[in-house]
């Protein structure tokens, strides 16, 4: 693992940003990321078009640099050319990337949505599923720098519309399983026409128009086959518009549980019971609605400790005219909606909201965020409403305040942002972002600046899950300070994030104690981490026999 | 508009053979609008002289406000059948016609009326007014010619511009109301019906120009400062929606609606504190009204007054029993409560009132989406595809309309007419239709 030394330390934990320590400079083209997403706009204006794409980080040699997948979409329907390929690029760990798509074998040329990386048979090679209309796609990472499509082998079956998908192991065997969100039944698209009636030009339908569809789920068999569990652990009736799914143990018990941002449509909390069936607390948790028993247009989702208190909290990116969800997790299954009253909201209001990740921009130890906006008309009705909008960064004041200043010209650059994923592809102890827009091109947004002190953690699993997905991580410092956090395979808006785990240290020299809580319920506690650097954390308990 | 005209006809009625008393006296009461006295002595007038127009036609106007449609349409038509050549009988005529449901019977007498008295206002202003509830393709000439008839008074191109908006002809609805702009600037209520119009085109900015515009020439009424608050926030600037509000409690300190709306914003933003006062005010100003308890509930539980709270949303429930958000908050507040099973109870039923509505509001989406789509297959000439797909929805007036229109365009009028009269029986006030109908009735070959 290639370690970096952190930046200069000058802020204080907890303190308010100044204008900007940091700033966002896109280095995409700079990088050799050169991709151009085509939404495969057709005359008649069908749903799928508003609603691609996504981007992945995996780092799929090993070599401790996070590589990118990029996700194409159009032309619709799939021409299955070469053109219409989604696109693989590897890190060359100097600051730039080179295409390897063909040479990995990637060849999915289906109308693309999202990508979803994690080792899900514990061979120590990421493996990737990529969604799409009409079909997803389960690719095996040979190890030898080559994937194989084994989505048939596997048993993923191809439902309708698969969005955004999340890794997590539901039933504790040691195994990813797999939740596929689903997005509207659209069949009925041909006998519809929205937009300007009086001169006939089109426009999307909006999604209160289409039914809802049943999310799958999943289970891993251990043996590269996955058997569709959705039924038998009570999903099925859940008829919901999923845009934004991830697994997050809300309750700390150890059983990851499921939350699903669907579009228009009531978002769903599934509480896992621990014998393979979950229960919908949806309402009871508070996390179904808005904060006046709306439902909203839910897109991407993030989860992570926003208040300092070790409990997971769940953000939730929503449609024009209404604000960003942050749900405050209280224990006990229910939430609290700070959106409003924390100032996350407000600022969101104006725009169309897909990707949300939360991060630690300048290393100070507590959660920002990250918005991507782009809205899904052509011609937006309201006045002064364009499709491209500008990207927000939510500043977390340490009290779970939030106050939006953006750093850099990527804020300044209107584009119809999507999926958005966060990693430090460069190594160098802050988090950059990869985010995707509709029809545009793939932006590479490099950190730069004044940052704290840093401690980079990769797991690996040995009981538990190869990648440790689902584990809980919390850093004790020296001042008394507690950081928890959480890794997860698949957030955000269709995308997958960096899997390591950074934490902000602000000031702090050292940190004091490392307390992992493996999926598998081992607790292993390391002293004195090295700060400054990545370094690995392999689980102490023996594999499984 | 209507009065005038009405007033215009009783005084302009000619002057037949009648009971002078009797008829002066009950055109005084109906010019004071005192109809029943005015029906009394209008009926002695009619008894002296039963030929007499101007009597027949007095009455009807004094009926009319009373409700008694079939009574005055009785006397109009005897106005008129004895004052063939009274532009005002057949006018008075119209407008009981109208008032009886028969649009286009109405429009028949404002025609001859018009012919008869081509520069009087009433009657041509009737008639551009049923020409535009028809949707009648003479409706813009004759707004035209009342706005040559009447070129001060703006309200007449403001009408038009209402018209061209209502058929959806929105760029010729802007063009007017703009050219009646420039020959009115000073005027206040172009202004406001401008603004309300850019509002529902969804041009907030430009409707907050125009609605602050309206201001500045006076128009600063609670129900435009309020319009111009919530395009202000609709068009994002929260700021100045709030300021708008402040100026309009400042000035209208009794108005409810204006604080409650305040309150809303300050509670939208986080601000309890500011929100507290203004809707505890709106609240015990108007206490029957559900939303207002709602809200008051709401900044009483960011206020951690939960006893209080509750106590709002149970009043909002109470008013309201089908309110899906007081039952939310007040579910959610028993769930924090630890009141788990009250809790559930409240949710659940908000859950089953948020789930009717939304697919009723899908339903209807749904619907129109599949009727403009039919529509457009219609005005890109393939006439089969709409025919099967007005078929394909409800029975409406409207997917009536709309195989009349496709059977039409395929050469089946006595197919069209069968669509048009069916639409007719569902919808018999709807001149539109009514129109349609005899027209399609006229140009149909008979059997």
Redesign the interface.
């Known amino acids: 693992m290639t370690g970096a030394i952190g930046l200069v330390f000058t802020l204080a934990a907890g303190a308010s940003p100044p204008d900007c320590p940091i700033t966002f400079t896109d280095v995409a083209e700079a990088s050799g990321l050169r991709f151009m997403h085509d939404r495969g706009s057709t005359p008649e204006h069908r749903l799928p078009e508003m609603v691609g794409a996504g981007v992945a980080w995996l780092d799929y040699d090993n070599d401790g640099w996070m590589d990118l997948y990029i996700v194409q979409s159009g032309p619709l329907p799939p021409a299955k050319s070469a053109k219409s390929r989604d696109r693989f690029f590897r890190n060359n760990r100097d600051g730039t990337f080179t295409d390897v798509t063909e040479k990995a074998g990637f060849r999915d040329s289906g109308y693309g949505m999202g990508a979803i990386a994690a080792d899900y048979d514990n061979d120590g090679f990421i493996d990737l599923l990529v969604t799409g209309y009409r079909g997803n796609t389960l690719y095996h990472n040979n190890g030898d720098g080559t994937f194989t499509d084994v989505t048939a082998k596997a048993g993923i079956r191809n439902p309708p519309w698969g969005t955004s998908a999340a890794w997590g192991d539901f039933d504790g065997d040691g195994y990813l399983d797999l939740f596929i969100g689903q997005y509207a039944d659209d069949t009925r698209d041909k006998s519809l026409f929205c937009g300007d009636r009086a001169t006939g030009v089109r426009d999307y339908c909006p999604p209160i128009m289409y039914d809802g569809t049943v999310s799958v789920l999943y289970r891993n068999n251990g043996n590269g086959t996955f058997t569709d569990v959705t039924r038998e652990a009570g999903l099925g009736h859940a008829l919901g518009k999923a845009l934004g799914v991830l697994f997050v143990d809300i309750d700390l018990d150890g059983k990851p549980d499921i939350y699903v941002a669907n579009d228009e449509v009531m978002n769903f909390l599934f509480h896992n019971l621990g014998n393979g069936r979950f229960e919908d607390i949806s309402i009871s948790s508070g996390t179904g609605f808005g904060l006046e028993g709306n439902p909203q247009g839910g897109m991407g989702l993030d989860a992570g400790d926003l208040d300092g208190d070790g409990l997971p909290d769940i953000v939730v990116a929503n449609f024009e005219g209404e604000t960003n969800e942050y749900y405050r997790n209280l224990g006990g299954g229910v939430f609290e909606d700070l959106s409003v009253s924390s100032g996350f909201g407000p600022p969101t209001v104006n725009y169309v909201k897909f990707g949300l990740n939360l991060l630690d921009v300048d290393n100070d130890g507590d959660l920002d965020a990250f918005v991507s906006n782009g809205h899904i008309y052509d011609r937006p009705r309201r006045q002064g409403t364009r499709s491209e909008q500008k990207p927000q960064l939510l500043w977390n004041d340490g009290k779970g305040r939030f106050r939006e200043h953006g750093c850099g010209a990527p804020f300044q650059r209107e584009l119809v942002g999507r999926g958005s994923a966060v990693a430090d592809y460069d190594n160098d102890g802050d988090p950059d972002i990869a985010v995707s827009s509709s029809g545009g091109p793939f932006q590479l947004l490099r950190n730069d600046g004044t940052h704290g002190n840093w401690l980079g953690i990769q797991l690996v699993g040995r009981r538990s899950n190869r990648q440790g997905i689902g584990a809980r991580l919390v850093v004790e410092t020296p001042s008394g300070r507690k950081l928890s956090r959480f890794v997860q395979a698949g957030s955000s808006y269709l995308s997958t994030s960096d899997p390591r785990v950074l934490f902000g240290l602000a000031e702090e020299k050292s940190v004091r104690r490392l307390t992992v809580y493996w999926p598998s319920g081992v607790v292993q506690v390391v002293e004195n981490p090295p700060i400054g650097r990545y370094s690995t954390v392999e689980e102490t308990a023996p594999p499984r026999p | 508009m209507l009065v005038l005209a009405l007033l215009a006809a009783v005084l302009s009625v000619p002057e037949p053979a009648a009971t002078p008393g009797a008829l002066e006296v009950g055109e005084r009461l109906l010019a004071r609008k005192q109809y029943a006295p005015a029906e009394r002595e209008l009926r002695r007038a009619v008894e002296a002289d039963p030929s007499s127009a101007r009597a027949h036609g007095n009455l009807a106007l004094a009926l009319l406000p009373q409700r008694k449609v079939g009574e005055a349409v009785a006397e109009a038509r005897l106005a008129a059948a004895f004052g063939p050549a009274s532009a005002e009988a057949h006018f008075i005529f119209g407008m009981a016609l109208a008032a009886d449901g028969k649009p286009l019977d109405a429009i028949r007498e404002y025609e001859r009326a018009v012919e008869l008295a081509p520069k009087a206002i009433g009657p041509i202003s009737a008639l551009a007014a049923a020409y535009a509830a028809a949707e009648d393709p003479r409706t813009v000439a004759t707004y035209e010619k009342v706005v040559a008839l009447l070129p001060a008074d703006p309200s007449v191109p403001a009408d038009l511009a209402e018209y061209l908006w209502r058929v959806?002809?929105?760029e010729d609805g802007n063009a007017a109301i703009e050219r009646a702009l420039a020959t009115f600037p000073s005027s206040a209520d172009l202004r406001v019906r401008w603004g309300r119009s850019l509002a529902q085109?969804?041009?907030?900015?430009?409707a907050a120009e125009a609605l602050e515009a309206a201001r500045h020439l006076g128009a600063d009424d609670a129900a435009t400062l309020a319009l111009l608050a919530d395009v202000y926030e609709?068009?994002?600037r929260?700021e100045e929606a709030r300021a708008t509000l402040g100026a309009a409690v400042a000035r209208y300190p009794r108005d409810p609606a204006l604080a409650h709306a305040l309150g809303r914003l300050w509670?939208?933003?986080?601000k309890?504190e500011a929100a507290f006062p203004q809707l505890e005010n709106a609240a015990l100003a108007r206490p029957s009204a559900a939303e207002y308890q709602l809200d008051y509930g709401r900044v009483l539980e960011?206020s951690g007054r939960m006893a209080d709270a509750e106590a709002a949303y149970r009043r909002a429930i109470t008013l309201s029993p089908n309110l899906?958000?007081a039952?939310?908050?007040l579910?959610?507040l028993l769930?924090?409560e630890d009141r788990?099973e009250e809790?559930?109870k409240e949710?659940?039923t908000?859950?089953a009132l948020?789930e009717r509505g939304?697919r009723l509001?899908?339903a209807a989406?749904?619907q129109d989406?599949?009727t403009?789509?039919a529509?457009?297959l219609l005005?890109?000439g393939k006439a089969s595809e709409a025919l099967e797909?007005f078929r394909?929805l409800p029975e409406s007036p409207e997917s009536l309309r709309g195989q009349a229109a496709a059977l039409q365009r395929l050469g089946r009028p006595a197919d069209a007419v069968r669509a048009l009269e069916r639409a007719h029986e569902l919808a018999p006030e709807d001149a539109r239709i009514a129109l349609l109908l005899a027209t399609e009735r006229a140009t149909a070959p008979k059997p």
Do not use: C, I, M, N
């Open positions: 959806q002809r929105v085109q969804e041009r907030f900015a430009d609709r068009a994002g929260v509670l939208a933003d986080g309890t960011a899906p958000a039952h939310y908050a579910g959610r769930q924090r788990k809790a559930q949710l659940a908000h859950h948020y939304r509001v899908a989406d749904v989406a599949e403009s789509l529509w457009t005005r890109e797909g394909k």
